[in-house]
């Protein structure tokens, strides 16, 4: 059982380079998400989708566009790397959000992501 | 909005210690409300949850109480293992599957 499966699991990207972070999950969840963790600030909602051909952009979206073609893969690009966007990356995936509260939300093991 | 306030680190400790790491938030509503803990280069791994007011959440000796006229969602733990060394992250969920997450804690605990 796979869970959620994030690649790759480091990366460094010059200035203005583009690169895509991959997300895959094998639980036929409808909702993913994308997240990334800096120091002192938690985790912050960058983009979500709450199913195929459906995406909506949260906290902190600027500087990344996602897509959801299929129910298991929800990639995340950076279309010109900046230094602010060197981070530790998450994606994350839950059932419906039918049901709302209480949905446990299952993450990937993350992508440590320097830009230089 | 939502947000998620917990006690700053590093919190150290000697192991078989007692871990309180406070957790308060401020939500529209009735949020459910977790802890999540990721150890050394890994990812971040559900530790408990708690859905209504009054609810305990507890797992692997850790336990924390949904106190809705405090806000508050303390993580507890009597005796803590070297193992138990990582960052602890409060966070609560308001609806939509989001979760707004506080700024985590370390816990480093020594022999």
């Known amino acids: 059982n796979a869970g959620v499966t994030q690649t790759p699991k480091f990366q460094v990207l010059k200035t203005g380079q583009s690169m895509t972070l991959q997300c895959a999950q094998d639980m036929n969840h409808e909702y993913m998400s994308w997240y990334r963790q800096d120091p002192g600030m938690g985790l912050r909602l960058i983009h979500y989708?709450?199913?195929?051909?459906?995406?909506d952009q949260g906290e902190v979206p600027n500087g990344y566009n996602v897509s959801r073609s299929t129910t298991e893969d929800f990639p995340l690009r950076l279309l010109s790397a900046a230094p602010s966007q060197t981070s530790v990356y998450f994606c994350?995936?839950?059932?419906?959000?039918?049901?709302?509260?209480?949905?446990?939300?299952?993450f990937g093991e993350g992508s440590w992501l320097t830009v230089v | 909005g939502n947000s998620v306030t917990q006690m700053e680190g590093p919190v150290t400790l000697s192991e078989e210690a007692f871990l309180t790491i406070n957790c308060t938030y401020t939500a529209t509503g009735y949020p459910s409300l977790f802890w999540y803990v990721q150890y050394p280069g890994e990812g971040l791994q559900l530790l408990l949850k708690a859905t209504k007011a009054d609810d305990k959440g507890s797992n692997k000796g850790f336990e924390a109480t949904y106190r809705k006229e405090t806000t508050s969602f303390h993580l507890e733990k009597g005796s803590v293992q070297v193992s138990d060394s990582a960052v602890y992250f409060c966070a609560l969920m308001a609806a939509g599957n989001k979760l707004t997450f506080g700024g985590g804690t370390r816990v480093l605990v020594k022999p």
């Open positions: 994350a995936s839950s059932y419906s959000i039918d049901s709302g509260i209480g949905n446990t939300i299952y």
């Open positions: 989708s709450v199913g195929a051909g459906i995406t």
